[in-house]
């Protein structure tokens, strides 16, 4: 899983079975056969009970007119791990699914179909869901959390033949990503990298992290140090705190909690960075809606995260130190 203070777990490439698997479709034939990591899943009819395993799982599903049957706990203290921008389409209370996977709880809800695309589920845990109900799974080549945001999205709309809905919603948060970039072209070529502290070491997002891919749609550049250090499939890259330079650009996202602060602000060589120098450091705490927002990564989470960082970005990329980026939300 990602290391992150929104998300001390979870968290690519489109490969030849994605671009077939996530391709929109006007309805989805039953029963459908799909390819994952861990064998082929039938689905033999549209299912209209719906559990998710995921982190952040039950976004996309009520983005679609589904009341999840399970969700998994993440972060945010907010009722039934709901973030505000979800609450409003809640109208059943799901059973909340928290440390190890309660199987007995999950078969409670007799689901029809269990989503666990950003998961983490192991070949054992995805045997005993399958005795549940059928399992989507990541396709196979994928890592637990690679999938992208809209790659999610589609998967879960082709499960459910809700491909048009998904396809009108992803333009629409496209749209908002491009209107951001389009708005500010001074941000073209303008560096960035995403960072935390976790378990004692400085740790750095990948080019392939799905946050990171959000923040370059937006029209800002990976750090090239970030890119080179990213292998296929890797999200998370763990630095001393003698590399920490290495990921100075001209902005820097840093993921905290209260100790991760802490621990940010007492970094040798911090002092040293531009970023810092310069004031271009924007705190994600995981408190903060902004956190949640781009975490999430869903349909309905991504228009909120990009009308809470623009105006942060925008104060932090000035390069004036006296120019200071809000804390609160």
Do not use: C
């Amino acid at each position: 899983m990602s290391i992150r203070f929104s998300r001390l777990a979870p968290l690519a490439a489109i490969l030849s079975f994605g671009l077939a698997a996530f391709s929109a479709q006007a309805d989805t034939q039953y029963p459908l056969s799909l390819d994952t990591k861990f064998g082929t899943t039938v689905i033999p009819a549209q299912p209209q009970r719906v559990a998710s395993v995921d982190y952040a799982g039950g976004d996309n599903l009520l983005a679609l007119g589904f009341q999840p049957l399970t969700v998994r706990a993440w972060f945010g203290e907010y009722d039934n791990t709901y973030w505000p921008w979800a609450q409003p389409l809640v109208t059943a209370e799901p059973q909340v699914l928290s440390g190890e996977l309660n199987f007995e709880q999950i078969a409670a809800t007799e689901p029809d179909v269990i989503i666990a695309i950003r998961s983490g589920i192991t070949d054992q845990e995805y045997d005993q869901l399958s005795k549940i109900a059928p399992v989507v799974a990541v396709p196979p080549g994928e890592g637990d959390y690679s999938l992208t945001w809209d790659e999610r999205a589609r998967l879960v709309g082709r499960v459910l033949n809700k491909s048009d809905e998904v396809e009108t919603r992803i333009a629409q948060v496209r749209a908002k990503l491009d209107a951001a970039a389009s708005e500010h072209p001074e941000w073209q070529g303008q560096t960035f990298a995403m960072g935390t502290y976790w378990n004692n070491s400085v740790g750095i997002y990948s080019a392939d992290d799905t946050s990171v891919a959000l923040i370059s749609a937006m029209g800002l550049t990976v750090s090239p140090e970030v890119e080179a250090m990213t292998e296929p499939g890797q999200f998370y890259i763990t630095l001393s705190e003698e590399e920490l330079p290495r990921i100075d650009a001209d902005l820097l996202f840093w993921y905290t909690s209260p100790e991760s602060r802490a621990q940010i602000e007492k970094l040798p060589l911090r002092p040293q960075l531009r970023a810092h120098q310069e004031g271009r450091e924007i705190f994600l705490p995981d408190t903060s809606e902004r956190n949640g927002a781009l975490s999430y990564g869903t349909l309905l989470s991504l228009s909120r995260a990009v009308d809470l960082l623009v105006p942060l970005i925008e104060v932090a990329i000035d390069g004036d130190p006296n120019t200071l980026v809000p804390e609160a939300e």
